[in-house]
């Protein structure tokens, strides 16, 4: 197999390592967040109606968004473990089941694709007969590329199992880039309005699968492909495992969003409207160390597959470092240039006055992430995702979402914007308590003694 851009997970030193694998993973899922921010500037344009169809589609597509990455972190987990274990034909089997798997799951929505269906469902979310329409017509092509998208993140996954992070990047550069290019020319040129735009999605996503598909192949790996054995429903069980703790952690972030604007709403418009702000741009400066995250994920698998439990203590060691050294300058702009954070954001003075707040006080919980962000890529990569689940939801449900209506009670809306720190404050003990139990199990499993098991 070619070695373009593979990293050999199991030797060198770890800085080097981990930040091969980080950095082009960091620009991916900066990238990855381009496809929706693109389609929101260009459908702007086109009036409050087919922006709100747009916001009507969010949920739907976080939907489908959490499942694959449930299924794309399963399959990377085991394959890496697979191949730390040095088990070559397990590799090849799990690849090829994950496909199969996650498509039956992406066409259970296929349903909403009948214009009757479709529109109903956004009825029942409370959409108006304007709106309807165009909710419908933008989330049909959307709803077709979910399959397209599939392919995609599980050969992102073979990918990332094998060391390999820079092509999954290049391959969201292209599908980003010729997104951002037909969008207007289906939107405006053609007249396509909204539904132009998830066109356009859809053919970025194709070209996207295609470079991943040529690459896999020229690099000597298995291909994501419809294949079914004796083993396949072994595999989905042993994937399901894993990715459906996955997906409820992601899912859980919209639902602790969805609470907590309702504790807002009920202090006015420009409360919930700074508070998503200030969310914007706090996930804006969080993106990278998710990316690392999420690279460090095949890094844990295969040293925990190779049972060198040395290699993945000083994996958790390097991020909770380079997140902490990372935070520092991010905490510092969101303290002292809120005001230049909001200057893009053309909302009126009063919201403009609460972002700047709610933009400090949200400052001082990042100093707990580098814990969270350790918790994030052990717990999958060491196929134990419930910790991640468990710090998340007392996070967001059992401390975040209280601290919220006490605060408001007591304080108003900066004491609203105050329940971020504090919950992050609070949550970090059972995250740091989780992590070191994590670790503590797998050193267990691995029997590991005073020394690394595995030589390199």
Same mark, same amino acid.
């Given at each position: 197999m070619?070695?373009?851009?593979?990293?050999?997970?199991? =030797?060198?030193? @770890?800085?080097?390592?981990?930040?091969?694998?980080?950095l082009p993973a960091m620009i991916s899922m900066l990238f990855q967040n381009l496809y929706a921010l693109i389609d929101t500037m260009f459908i702007s344009n086109l009036g409050a109606f087919p922006l709100a169809a747009q916001s009507l589609a969010v949920p739907l597509f976080y939907l489908a968004l959490s499942v694959g990455k449930g299924v794309q972190v399963g399959t990377a987990s085991l394959i890496s473990q697979a191949r730390g274990q040095g088990k070559n034909?397990?590799? +090849?089997?799990?690849?090829?089941?994950?496909?199969?798997?996650?498509?039956?799951?992406?066409?259970l929505l296929f349903p909403l694709l #009948?214009?009757?269906? %479709?529109?109903s469902f956004f009825k029942m979310l409370g959409a108006s007969a304007d709106v309807c329409g165009h909710a419908y017509n933008y989330t049909f092509w959307l709803i077709l590329g979910f399959p397209v998208m599939s392919y995609v993140m599980i050969a992102e996954a073979i990918s990332m199992s094998h060391g390999n992070t820079v092509t999954p990047m290049k391959s969201m550069i292209i599908g980003n880039c010729l997104n951002a290019v037909l969008n207007p020319f289906f939107m405006f040129s053609l007249g396509m309005g909204i539904a %132009?735009?998830?066109? *356009?999605?859809?053919?970025g996503q194709l070209v996207s699968a295609f470079y991943m598909r040529s690459k896999l192949k020229k690099y000597g790996l298995v291909t994501p492909a419809i294949r079914f054995n004796?083993?396949?429903? @072994?595999?989905?069980?042993?994937?399901?495992?894993?990715?459906?703790?996955?997906?409820?952690?992601?899912? #859980?972030?919209?639902?602790g969003l969805s609470l907590l604007n309702g504790v807002l709403a009920s202090l006015g418009a420009a409360a919930v409207g700074a508070w998503n702000i200030m969310s914007r741009l706090e996930m804006l400066g969080l993106l990278p160390l998710y990316g690392m995250a999420s690279a460090l994920i095949p890094f844990m698998a295969y040293n925990y597959g190779r049972k060198n439990f040395g290699r993945v203590q000083e994996g958790v060691r390097f991020s909770l470092i380079f997140s902490f050294i990372f935070i520092l300058p991010v905490i510092a702009i969101f303290i002292f240039l809120p005001h230049y954070l909001?200057?893009?954001? =053309? *909302?009126? +003075?009063?919201?403009?006055?609460?972002?700047?707040?709610?933009?400090r006080l949200a400052a001082f919980g990042h100093l707990f992430i580098p814990?969270? #962000?350790?918790?994030y890529s052990s717990a999958q990569g060491l196929k134990r995702p419930w910790y991640l689940l468990a710090a998340i939801v007392f996070r967001m449900l059992f401390a975040r979402y209280p601290l919220a209506i006490l605060f408001a009670v007591n304080w108003g809306i +900066?004491?609203?914007?105050?329940?971020?720190?504090?919950?992050?404050?609070?949550?970090?003990?059972?995250?740091?308590?989780?992590?070191? =139990?994590?670790? =503590?199990?797998?050193?267990?499993?691995l029997n590991y003694g005073h020394t690394a098991s595995i030589k390199a």
């Open positions: 070619k070695k373009d851009y593979q990293v050999d997970m199991g =030797r060198g030193p @770890i800085a080097k390592v981990v930040l091969s694998l980080a034909e397990e590799v +090849n089997i799990k690849a090829t089941a994950a496909l199969p798997l996650l498509l039956i799951l992406m066409l #009948i214009p009757s269906a %479709g529109i %132009g735009s998830s066109l *356009a999605t859809l053919i004796s083993t396949t429903l @072994i595999q989905w069980k042993q994937i399901g495992s894993l990715g459906f703790f996955v997906a409820i952690t992601l899912l #859980i972030s919209p639902l909001m200057f893009p954001f =053309r *909302a009126g +003075n009063e919201v403009r006055q609460l972002g700047i707040q709610a933009i814990v969270e #962000i350790a918790l +900066n004491g609203v914007y105050w329940c971020q720190p504090a919950s992050m404050g609070i949550s970090v003990l059972l995250s740091a308590a989780l992590l070191a =139990r994590l670790l =503590r199990q797998a050193r267990k499993d």
